[in-house]
Nanobody
Framework: QAQLVESGGGLVEAGASLRLSCAAS????????MGWFRQAPGKEREFVAGISWSGTNENYMSSVKGRFTISRELAKNLVYLQMNSLKPEDTAVYYC??????????????????WGQGTQVTVSS
């Protein structure tokens, strides 16, 4: 059975950095795109960043472009989200997810089939 575990969240001040990690176990995701989503209180879960199975293509929501970077280590089944210049509006629970078989990086929750439990990121002003 597949399992995704996120880590690296925490409470930081505006302008700080955090690196989230997602460890996958139970099956190999080397041929799946991976994504990070987030959900703030009272809001719907939204796409943050995605990376192709090969790691050569990336996709970001507009508000995090230039501040966040997604990467992966195929051999270790790890996916990262480096978050710089954090803002209070980045406060949310962050989830990693495994994409369904597709060549395109999906920006929709429907494009992902396995999800982690999430890690809280809180940015104070």
């Amino acid at each position: 059975q597949a399992q995704l575990v996120e880590s690296g969240g925490g409470l930081v001040e505006a302008g700080a950095s955090l690196r989230l990690s997602c460890a996958a176990s139970g099956r190999i995701f080397s041929t799946n795109n991976m994504g990070w989503f987030r959900q703030a209180p009272g809001k719907e879960r939204e796409f943050v960043a995605g990376i192709s199975w090969s790691g050569t293509n990336e996709n970001y929501m507009s508000s995090v472009k230039g501040r966040f970077t997604i990467s992966r280590e195929l051999a270790k089944n790890l996916v990262y989200l480096q978050m710089n210049s954090l803002k209070p509006e980045d406060t949310a629970v962050y989830y990693c997810a495994v994409g369904r078989a597709s060549s395109a990086i999906s920006r929709s929750m429907a494009g992902y089939e396995w999800w982690g439990q999430g890690t809280q990121v809180t940015v104070s002003s």
